[in-house]
């Protein structure tokens, strides 16, 4: 017989990869807000963190497509419908609910633009992008005006995340910090509950390795490569590469 009680039940939502990921991320994100607000010698930190930003945001964006069920775009994907559905309280799933992944894809494409300006970057005191010299001097000036502004919307958004997360634990009594921690969430919906499938080694592999490229391309290595050490600069000194 029914008594209308129903036991929450446990539900795998997060892999080990986006989990990993995703606290990386935020490691990554505080050093190079506060180094950034430091500035001076903080600088060189603030462009590892940089470098690091890259390479996370590159493994999450294949594995977007490669990783497991809730960790794909093409889940939790918000569709005008879908966003409908959830602001009248009609939406079931699990994962991301549609709010959450919105600020997720936003997210990610404005930590892609703040990379990517702070790697043709250049503020003439303290810090140059290690591919600054791929551009021209007045277009990396703009571009590091564009990273200044867009640092603005960085922490706009990320206080909106913060404030979504204290008012879903506080108020819906709805706890998203402690799944990203275990992997698992519990939850009495009554849609199914399907089963991740196992992500092989393969995709691993790739999301890893493209991390790893990102890295490497970023950091300006290719460039250091193509210059010989012992080409003299033109005031004759040895030439320098600016590092982060």
């Known amino acids: 017989m029914d008594d209308g009680i129903r036991?929450?039940?446990?539900l795998r939502v997060w892999d080990l990869p986006t989990r990993l990921f995703h606290w990386l991320l935020v490691a990554a994100v505080t050093t190079a807000i506060a180094?950034?607000?430091a500035g001076g010698n903080w600088m060189a930190v603030h462009g590892k963190a940089g470098l690091a930003i890259a390479g996370l945001v590159a493994f999450r964006l294949v594995w977007g497509f490669v990783?497991?069920?809730?960790?794909?775009?093409?889940n939790f994907a918000p569709t005008p419908r879908v966003l409908k559905t959830y602001l009248r309280g009609e939406w079931q799933g699990h994962g991301h609910n549609p709010l959450g992944a919105l600020s997720v894809l936003v997210l990610?494409?404005?930590?892609?633009t703040?990379?990517?300006?702070?790697?043709?970057?250049?503020?003439?005191?303290?810090?140059t992008g290690p591919l600054a010299g791929l551009?021209?001097?007045?277009?990396s000036l703009r571009l590091t005006g564009l990273h200044h502004q867009l640092a603005i919307a960085l922490y706009l958004l990320l206080g909106l995340h913060v404030v979504a997360i204290l008012?879903?634990?506080?108020?819906?009594?709805?706890n998203l910090v402690k799944p990203m921690l275990t992997g698992y969430k519990e939850t009495i919906q009554e849609t199914p509950h399907p089963t991740?499938?196992?992500v092989g080694w393969a995709s691993l592999v790739f999301a890893l390795a493209t991390a790893l490229g990102t890295l490497y391309v970023a950091s300006g290595a290719p460039l250091q490569a193509e210059t010989p050490s012992a080409t003299p600069s033109r005031s004759g000194t040895d030439s320098s590469q600016p590092s982060w």
């Open 114 to 127: 703040q990379v990517g300006t702070g790697l043709f970057g250049n503020d003439e005191i303290a810090f």
């Open 108 to 112: 990610l494409i404005l930590l892609s």
């Open 7 to 10: 036991t929450p039940q446990a």
């Open 67 to 74: 990783g497991n069920r809730y960790a794909r775009f093409t």
């Open 167 to 174: 008012f879903h634990t506080v108020v819906k009594k709805d």
């Open 35 to 37: 180094s950034g607000l």
């Open 196 to 198: 991740p499938a196992k």
């Open 135 to 139: 551009v021209s001097e007045s277009l």
